[in-house]
């Protein structure tokens, strides 16, 4: 099974996603923002960094490349697509997820070992996960605090989209301890942690983020 | 000397009034007029160097010339004052690991599998201190694109922070500016942060120490070089516009004492874009990749004059350079600024004809502006026209090789004798098991001894998945190739208090203990660089500092078989006529066969035995306990052993292979004490330990070529600690929550936590008070 990565100018993790996604079983195939060709991909990855040094506001100008059109159309078809760090924030601007990540609420960049707990575990990213199964995995972010009006965050509690929440601490602020959201089918995942450095028990905090690559292989065979 | 007043010195004759008004002061004009004033002290040349810039051109310099001159010949660029001292380095016997050695901008080293590594370490002092956000990341690109001219991709940085007491207030505002701009540079290029250190002591106050390490990779065949051959071969600069931030800041910044008085220097900061940065790592690659080029240089300190004139000098020596070609950030850039232009994220690069299409295009693919500039010559000369006219031309070797070199008179301090009489022996020294536990406390909770997570969390040390130990662990250790997991190890230390002592013995107990800290890791130590922070080198007994402190590593890097690839010398480090601590700072780079056999400095499992490799004896001297405790500095440091440290180096090499430890944490400041908390800490891991003989020694000497490690086989380790003759010392077992000392302490890990933890946070800020967890299903009042 092939799962594209995008590389936008700026981005970082995409080595770490298309590493995931190897350990995972499948094949990572490397996505170019200039270009218009998916090259037959299952599913995408937006990986973390800081496309387009942040500049306007981070994701926003990413969010406007030419392969996110293609993304959004096949987004809206029921293609799977995580967005880690900078991409949760690249699906916030295209308007695939709701709501908004700003600076942390304490202004530093900050970088630790994260305690999270699935709150969703039946999306196309999380169903190798039991619901309220807690995982560790780092979080490293300047810009992570998720904020939405107080309705909407009512709308998204209710309609059951949040997908991961930060336990034992939150990280930056984030609103109701936000830490993942899911699109109403629940094939586009957004999360401010970072899965794909959890993937080796010699490079990460252990091998807990490794699911949400395992679980997209099922969700493409059962699509 | 001000930043403004010698811009201005340069704007006067360009534009302003006089007989030279409106006229570009050109080769021609140069010529015709020997008696002009120039202002040369403005720019820190002396007046017998500017005489011999006269005596080499025949003439009077043109103004653009006496820039490229001025910065090139600044100490910083042209290490005037301690090139006769570095030769030691160069007459260390040849490494087989060295495949490229010194004078390059960084060295290159074998790590075998056909992989070279590179690495370096830089200060960015006095940028630091004027500007700590700005001064520090760009401290951090600086070094980045040095690594990245080898042809190497960068994989790691490391940092090496000092600052003045803690509880200073102008700390608070230099501190969090800093570590905001290491790790605001080094995120956003994407490159792991693995470790340095971070140390407080008031003669920093007036001038803290940045030093910024980066390493990187690249298989043999890879390895660049900074020359330019072969005429016709196009020049092309790449990567940012030039604009007016940083010029002359070698010769103003870096290479000038900080008065009190002085007027503020802010403009000659340079201004980081990381982002940039980050596209000209990728486009770099890329077209090292495509083999798009014979000869590339970097632009850092001095700019365009640094890397038009080094890149001719190192090859055939002849170069011409249309400067109008040069895109700019500001038109009213006079020529000499757009030479001494210190702008970030620029390279030039030596590009045969036929290939600069396509390096033009790889550029476009990665938006980096590229723009050729000029072309290798025939002949020896370095030539510069401006809007026609030609406005240098220059021998580029005398720019950039053959520079002035002092021999400058040196003197031991005249209060050596008396601070090295000062013994710590004479010092209150804890007797009861109370005030054994209030020291203890007192030194691990000490800014030096603080949990430094308040630091490190604002590093990405993740990024690239490939890093294996990171800070606190004793070195950082990061896998190389996924399929062998072959990696490498780095360790980062330097000890202001020693060196003060005896810079001789000093700079080899810091050599001791980086090289002791790549072994606790399980690597083999392989070469050596260094950043030499020392003050103004016009006072002999500085100088005398820096002369010992080279011998000391030159003569223990020779003892250990090591090679130094490269290094960075940082003059003039003082305030007002008070220098700092000459502080030398060394890092060790290791080898990692198998990344997978690294050890850890954690306990992470109760019911193993704690053993304690080497010996100790009562050695305060400089030590972190008669600092703390009674604010003390004197008498001598500990003794050097480097047969000792070599023989421990073995020891725990053979101790990783066979696999015989799970943890190995090394001794330095703060002795047994330190290390103790730290282990237990590390995993909440506690022990029951007892100490022979007096425990006041066992806990706080600082002796060298000691580590504490931990093993379920303690006979096994001993047997293998025979054949090197590491003496082994049997400490106890761990297990529990409480750090336990048989007669001395009984420290509930809780409790030294929050007296670890707490110390960074109470200075700078806590983060949790201001915005706190929200729990979750609560509606925010936002």
Redesign the interface.
């Known amino acids: 099974m092939r799962i594209g990565v995008i590389t936008f100018?700026?981005s970082?993790?995409d080595?770490?996603a298309a590493?995931a996604v190897r350990l995972a079983g499948a094949e990572p195939v490397a996505l170019w923002h200039a270009e218009h060709d998916l090259k037959d991909v299952e599913a995408v990855v937006l990986p973390?960094?800081?496309s387009?040094?942040?500049?306007l506001r981070a994701g926003a100008i990413a969010a406007r490349a030419p392969m996110m059109r293609d993304v959004v159309d096949r987004a809206r078809q029921g293609m799977p697509v995580l967005g880690i760090c900078n991409g949760f924030q690249v699906l916030c601007e295209a308007g695939l997820l709701p709501g908004a990540l700003t600076r942390?609420?304490?202004?530093?960049?900050?970088?630790?070992d994260q305690a999270l707990r699935i709150e969703r575990a039946d999306t196309a990213w999380t169903s190798d996960y039991e619901a309220g199964q807690q995982i560790v995995v780092?979080v490293?972010n300047?810009e992570g605090r998720y904020?939405a009006a107080?309705a909407d965050?009512?709308r998204i509690?209710g309609e059951g989209r949040v997908v991961v929440?930060?336990?034992e601490?939150?990280p930056?602020?984030?609103?109701?301890?936000i830490a993942g959201v899911t699109s109403a089918d629940g094939r586009v995942v957004g999360l401010m942690p970072?899965p794909?450095?959890a993937?080796?028990d010699?490079?990460?905090p252990g091998t807990d983020g490794l699911g949400f690559f395992t679980s997209v292989l099922k969700a493409v065979v059962a699509a | 000397m001000t930043q403004d007043s010698a811009t201005q010195g340069l704007s006067d004759l360009d534009t302003g009034p006089g007989p030279l008004q409106h006229r570009l002061d050109t080769v021609e004009l140069a010529a015709r007029t020997p008696d002009v004033e120039q202002p040369y002290g403005e720019l820190g040349l002396e007046s017998d160097e500017y005489a011999r810039i006269t005596a080499i051109l025949g003439r009077r310099p043109t103004t653009a010339e006496l820039a490229m001159y001025s910065v090139m010949w600044s100490e910083h660029c042209s290490y005037k004052s301690s090139k006769v001292h570095l030769r030691r380095f160069g007459d260390l016997p040849r490494s087989e690991a060295l495949l490229v050695g010194i004078g390059e901008n960084a060295g290159v080293v074998d790590v075998g599998d056909g992989y070279a590594v590179t690495f370096k370490v830089e200060s960015h002092n006095h940028p630091s201190y004027v500007e700590p956000y700005q001064g520090a990341a760009t401290g951090v690109g600086g070094i980045v694109r040095d690594i990245l001219t080898m042809g190497a991709r960068p994989i790691a940085v490391m940092d090496s922070l000092r600052f003045g007491r803690a509880d200073a207030p102008d700390t608070a505002r230099v501190l969090p500016g800093v570590v905001a701009g290491v790790g605001g540079y080094g995120n956003c290029l994407g490159l792991p942060n693995i470790g340095g250190e971070l140390l407080f002591d008031d003669c920093y106050a007036g001038n803290p120490l940045v030093n910024a390490l980066c390493v990187g990779v690249m298989k043999h065949e890879d390895v660049r070089l900074a020359k330019a051959e072969g005429a016709g071969n196009k020049v092309v600069l790449f990567g940012a516009r030039t604009g007016g931030d940083g010029i002359g800041g070698v010769s103003v910044l870096a290479s000038e004492t900080f008065d009190a008085e002085g007027p503020a220097k802010r403009p000659s900061v340079q201004v980081g874009d990381p982002f940039t940065e980050k596209l000209l790592i990728e486009a770099c690659l890329e077209i090292f990749r495509e083999d798009l080029v014979t000869g590339i240089q970097d632009l850092g300190g001095a700019g365009l004059s640094c890397a038009t004139s080094e890149l001719a000098s190192a090859g055939t020596g002849g170069m011409h350079v249309d400067l109008d070609a040069v895109p700019l950030r500001d038109s009213t850039l006079t020529p000499a600024e757009i030479l001494m232009s210190e702008s970030q994220e620029r390279m030039c690069a030596i590009v045969e004809p036929g290939k600069v299409e396509q390096f033009l295009a790889v550029c476009r693919k990665w938006d980096v502006l590229a723009t050729v500039i000029g072309e290798v010559t025939e002949g020896d000369r370095l030539t510069v026209d401006w809007h026609g006219e030609r406005i240098v031309d220059v021998p580029p070797r005398t720019v950039a090789h053959e520079g002035p070199v002092y021999d400058r008179p040196m003197q031991r301090p005249a209060d050596l004798d008396d601070l090295q009489a000062d013994d710590p022996a004479a010092l209150a020294r804890p007797t009861t098991p109370e005030e054994l536990a209030a020291h203890w406390l007192a030194v691990v909770a000490s800014p030096d001894g603080a949990d430094k997570t308040w630091v490190t969390e604002q590093y990405d040390r993740y990024v690239r998945g490939n890093t294996v130990l990171a800070q606190p662990d004793d070195a950082g250790v990061v896998r190389i190739d996924e399929e062998t997991s072959r990696g490498i190890a780095l360790a980062l230390d330097g000890n202001g208090r020693y060196a003060r002592l005896d810079p001789y013995a000093g700079t080899q107990l810091n050599l001791a203990e980086a090289y002791r800290n790549v072994a606790v890791s399980g690597a083999r130590p392989l070469a050596v660089t260094n950043c030499l922070n020392f003050g103004s080198p016009e006072e002999p007994e500085v100088m005398w500092q820096f002369a010992e402190a080279v011998r000391g590593l030159a003569d223990a890097c020779r003892e250990l078989g090591l090679p130094v690839t490269g290094g960075n010398v940082s003059l003039y480090n003082q305030t007002g006529d008070v220098p700092i601590n000459p502080t030398p700072v060394i890092g060790v780079l290791g080898v990692h066969e198998d990344v997978r056999t690294r050890v850890p400095t954690g306990w992470r499992t109760a019911g193993e035995t704690v053993l304690l490799l080497g010996e100790t004896r009562p050695e305060f001297g400089g030590s972190a306990w008669a600092s703390v405790v009674h604010g003390h500095l004197g008498g001598r440091p500990p003794a050097v052993d480097l047969g000792a440290e070599r023989a421990l180096g073995e020891l725990l090499a053979a101790l990783g292979r066979e696999g015989l430890v799970s943890s190995a944490h090394d001794l330095a400041d703060g002795g047994l004490a330190q290390t103790l908390a730290e282990s237990a800490l590390r995993y909440g891991t506690g022990a029951r330990l007892t100490l022979d003989g007096d425990p006041f020694t066992a806990l706080f000497s600082e002796s060298a070529a000691r580590v504490v490690v931990t093993t379920t086989d303690p006979e096994a380790v001993r047997a293998t600690a025979e054949w090197t003759g590491v003496p082994v010392t049997a400490l106890g077992t761990t297990g529990g929550d409480v750090l336990a000392v048989e007669g001395v302490a009984e420290l509930p890990l809780a409790e030294l936590r929050a007296a670890w933890s707490a110390t960074l946070p109470a200075l700078f800020g806590t983060p949790e008070a201001t915005v706190g967890s929200v729990p979750a299903g609560t509606v925010p009042t936002s």
């Open positions: 100018p700026g970082l993790d080595v770490d590493r973390g960094g800081f387009y040094g942040d500049y942390n609420g304490h202004l530093h960049f900050r970088n630790r780092p490293k300047g904020v107080d965050l009512d509690e929440r930060y336990v601490g939150n930056n602020g984030s609103m109701r301890d970072h794909e450095h993937v080796e010699l490079t990460g």
